[in-house]
C-alpha cells in the first residue's frame, strides 16, 4: 500500500477539468511513490460543484476552499480559479501545511507573488508548491531543453516566442473574467504570454533582465453575456456592454542573462490560430523549432552536418523521449491532457522525495517580475525597463 495523497481542487471549469483527468490518470500509467486520491471538489455553486464531482471523478464537493484548507484529511490544494484568488488559497493552504500546486500566472501583482514565494520558501519542506506551467511537461519541450543544455545548439543567440489564439478575434464575443483586470491581472500577457516567458527562461537557462514592450486592446468594450465557464464560451452577449480593461496583445523583445535576445507576441486575436504556442532557438551550432499545434514533434537543426542541410522532424514518441515510454508504442502521440498528466507525477515525485518542484512560486515570481515589467514599459512609451532582480529571482534550471 502506498501513501495516500489526498487532494482537494478549487475550480471546476476549463483547469479544473484537466487537472481532473491528470489527478484520474497519472497513477493508471505511472509508477507513482504515493497514491492521489480525488477526495474533494469546490465550487462555489452548491449544484454546480456536485456536478462537477459526479463528472470529474471526485468524491466529495463543497462551496468554500477555507473548508477543505483546514480539513486534516486534505494533504494538497490544487488551485484552479482565476489569478485574483490564487493568493489567499495558497497563503491559507501553505500555513495550514498542505502542499499547493497553484494555476498559473503565480498572482494578479508582484507584490501578490512574493508573498506567495515567501510562504513557499517558509512552508518547504513540509510542504511543498509548484506552479502549473505546463507547457514545460510537453516532451518536445523538455527534451529541447535537454539538447540545449548538452550545447547541442552552441551559444543561445536568438529566442523567438508566439502564442497566438483567436477566441476573441469577434468583437461580439461576450466578456468573461479574463478580460478584467481586477479578476485576471492582465490580458494575453499575464494568460499566454506568461508561458512564453516561463518556457524561455526555462528552455535556454537564462532569466531575462529586461524588456521593451507594446500592449494593445484592440475591442475596448463587449457584450456582458452570462458568467462565462471558460475558454469556449460563446454565449450571446445582451445588449449591455462592459469595459475590457486588459490588453489583447502583448508584444515584446527582451535581453537575457547570458546575452541572448529575444522577440515575444502574445495575442488572442490571430484569426486561424487556435493555440498556435510556438518557440524557435537559434544558437551558434543548431537551432530548435515547436509549435504546440503539432505537439508531438520538434524540429532540430545542426550546423555541423553540411551535406544534410535541413531541419530534422522528430518525432517525440521514442521511449528514450521525455515522459514517452509511459504511453503508447512509438508514432501514436500525446495530447494536451499530457501535459497536465506529466506535472502531477513531477509533482507527486517531489512530495515523495521532499525536493522542491519546479516551477517553484520562486521560478513563477520571476515569471510575475517580466510580466510587470512588460506592463510598466508599454506604459512608458515602450521605454527600456530592467527587470527587478532578475539575476536572483527564481531560477531556469
Ligand atoms: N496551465 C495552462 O495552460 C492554463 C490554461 C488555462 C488557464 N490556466 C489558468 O488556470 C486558472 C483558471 O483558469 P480556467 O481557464 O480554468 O478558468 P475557468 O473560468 O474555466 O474556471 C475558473 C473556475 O474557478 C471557479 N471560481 C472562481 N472564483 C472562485 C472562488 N472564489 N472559489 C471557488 N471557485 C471559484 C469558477 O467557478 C470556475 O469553476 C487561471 O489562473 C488561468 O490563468 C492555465
Same mark, same amino acid.
Given at each position: 500500500?502506498?501513501?495516500?495523497?489526498?487532494?482537494?481542487?478549487?475550480?471546476?471549469?476549463?483547469?479544473?477539468?484537466?487537472?481532473?483527468?491528470?489527478?484520474?490518470?497519472?497513477?493508471?500509467?505511472? =509508477?507513482?511513490?504515493?497514491?492521489?486520491?480525488?477526495?474533494?471538489?469546490?465550487?462555489?455553486?452548491?449544484?454546480?460543484?456536485?456536478?462537477?464531482?459526479?463528472?470529474?471523478?471526485?468524491?466529495?464537493?463543497?462551496?468554500?476552499?477555507?473548508?477543505?484548507?483546514?480539513? =486534516?484529511?486534505?494533504?494538497?490544494?490544487?488551485?484552479?480559479?482565476?489569478?485574483?484568488?490564487?493568493?489567499?488559497?495558497?497563503?491559507?493552504?501553505?500555513?495550514?501545511?498542505?502542499?499547493?500546486?497553484?494555476?498559473?500566472?503565480?498572482?494578479n501583482?508582484?507584490?501578490?507573488?512574493?508573498?506567495?514565494?515567501?510562504?513557499?520558501?517558509?512552508?518547504?519542506?513540509?510542504?511543498?508548491?509548484?506552479?502549473?506551467?505546463?507547457?514545460?511537461?510537453? /516532451?518536445?519541450l523538455?527534451?529541447?531543453?535537454?539538447?540545449?543544455?548538452?550545447?547541442?545548439?552552441?551559444?543561445?543567440?536568438?529566442?523567438?516566442?508566439?502564442?497566438?489564439?483567436?477566441?476573441?478575434? =469577434?468583437?461580439?464575443?461576450?466578456?468573461?473574467?479574463?478580460?478584467?483586470?481586477?479578476?485576471?491581472?492582465?490580458?494575453?500577457?499575464?494568460?499566454?504570454g506568461?508561458?512564453?516567458?516561463?518556457?524561455?527562461?526555462?528552455?535556454?537557462g537564462?532569466?531575462?533582465t529586461?524588456?521593451?514592450?507594446?500592449?494593445?486592446?484592440?475591442?475596448?468594450?463587449?457584450?456582458?453575456?452570462?458568467?462565462?465557464?471558460?475558454?469556449?464560451?460563446?454565449?450571446?452577449?445582451?445588449?449591455?456592454?462592459?469595459?475590457?480593461?486588459?490588453?489583447?496583445?502583448?508584444?515584446?523583445?527582451?535581453?537575457?542573462?547570458?546575452?541572448?535576445?529575444?522577440?515575444?507576441e502574445?495575442?488572442r486575436?490571430?484569426?486561424?490560430?487556435?493555440?498556435?504556442?510556438?518557440?524557435?532557438?537559434?544558437?551558434?551550432?543548431?537551432?530548435?523549432?515547436?509549435?504546440?499545434?503539432?505537439?508531438?514533434?520538434?524540429?532540430?537543426?545542426?550546423?555541423d552536418?553540411?551535406?544534410?542541410?535541413?531541419?530534422?522532424?522528430?518525432?517525440?514518441?521514442?521511449?528514450?523521449?521525455?515522459?514517452?515510454?509511459?504511453?503508447?508504442?512509438?508514432?501514436?502521440?500525446?495530447?494536451?491532457?499530457?501535459?497536465?498528466?506529466?506535472?502531477?507525477?513531477?509533482?507527486?515525485?517531489?512530495?515523495?522525495?521532499?525536493?522542491?518542484?519546479?516551477?517553484?512560486?520562486?521560478?513563477?515570481?520571476?515569471?510575475q517580475?517580466?510580466?510587470?515589467?512588460?506592463?510598466?514599459?508599454?506604459? =512608458?512609451?515602450?521605454?527600456?525597463? /530592467?527587470?527587478?532582480?532578475?539575476?536572483?529571482?527564481?531560477? /531556469?534550471?
Amino acid at each position: 500500500m502506498k501513501p495516500p495523497l489526498r487532494v482537494a481542487m478549487i475550480g471546476h471549469a476549463f483547469m479544473g477539468a484537466a487537472h481532473s483527468q491528470a489527478w484520474r490518470t497519472a497513477p493508471h500509467f505511472f =509508477d507513482l511513490p504515493l497514491d492521489p486520491e480525488m477526495a474533494v471538489v469546490v465550487g462555489r455553486d452548491h449544484q454546480r460543484a456536485a456536478d462537477a464531482a459526479a463528472r470529474l471523478g471526485w468524491a466529495e464537493s463543497v462551496t468554500d476552499w477555507r473548508e477543505v484548507v483546514a480539513r =486534516d484529511d486534505i494533504d494538497l490544494i490544487d488551485i484552479c480559479t482565476p489569478g485574483d484568488t490564487h493568493e489567499a488559497i495558497a497563503l491559507a493552504a501553505l500555513a495550514a501545511g498542505k502542499h499547493v500546486l497553484c494555476e498559473k500566472p503565480l498572482a494578479n501583482s508582484v507584490g501578490a507573488a512574493e508573498r506567495m514565494a515567501q510562504a513557499a520558501r517558509q512552508a518547504f519542506p513540509a510542504a511543498v508548491a509548484m506552479c502549473g506551467f505546463s507547457y514545460r511537461r510537453s /516532451p518536445a519541450l523538455a527534451f529541447a531543453r535537454e539538447l540545449i543544455a548538452q550545447g547541442r545548439l552552441g551559444e543561445i543567440r536568438h529566442v523567438r516566442g508566439q502564442y497566438l489564439q483567436d477566441w476573441l478575434s =469577434d468583437a461580439e464575443t461576450p466578456l468573461t473574467w479574463r478580460l478584467d483586470k481586477s479578476k485576471a491581472g492582465s490580458g494575453a500577457l499575464g494568460d499566454i504570454g506568461a508561458h512564453l516567458i516561463d518556457t524561455a527562461q526555462w528552455l535556454i537557462g537564462e532569466n531575462i533582465t529586461g524588456v521593451s514592450s507594446v500592449l494593445h486592446t484592440f475591442v475596448p468594450e463587449r457584450p456582458i453575456g452570462e458568467e462565462s465557464g471558460g475558454l469556449s464560451s460563446r454565449a450571446p452577449g445582451g445588449a449591455r456592454r462592459g469595459p475590457v480593461t486588459v490588453d489583447d496583445a502583448a508584444l515584446f523583445t527582451a535581453r537575457f542573462v547570458g546575452g541572448a535576445i529575444g522577440i515575444f507576441e502574445a495575442t488572442r486575436f490571430a484569426l486561424g490560430r487556435r493555440n498556435a504556442n510556438r518557440i524557435e532557438i537559434n544558437g551558434s551550432r543548431g537551432s530548435l523549432s515547436y509549435d504546440f499545434e503539432r505537439m508531438n514533434e520538434l524540429e532540430f537543426y545542426e550546423s555541423d552536418a553540411p551535406a544534410e542541410q535541413g531541419f530534422r522532424r522528430i518525432q517525440m514518441t521514442e521511449p528514450e523521449h521525455p515522459y514517452a515510454a509511459h504511453w503508447w508504442p512509438p508514432g501514436h502521440g500525446l495530447g494536451y491532457e499530457h501535459l497536465f498528466t506529466h506535472q502531477v507525477v513531477d509533482l507527486i515525485e517531489a512530495i515523495a522525495t521532499e525536493d522542491q518542484p519546479r516551477p517553484s512560486f520562486d521560478d513563477a515570481l520571476g515569471v510575475q517580475r517580466v510580466l510587470d515589467a512588460i506592463e510598466r514599459s508599454a506604459a =512608458d512609451r515602450s521605454i527600456w525597463t /530592467p527587470i527587478d532582480d532578475a539575476e536572483s529571482s527564481g531560477g /531556469p534550471a
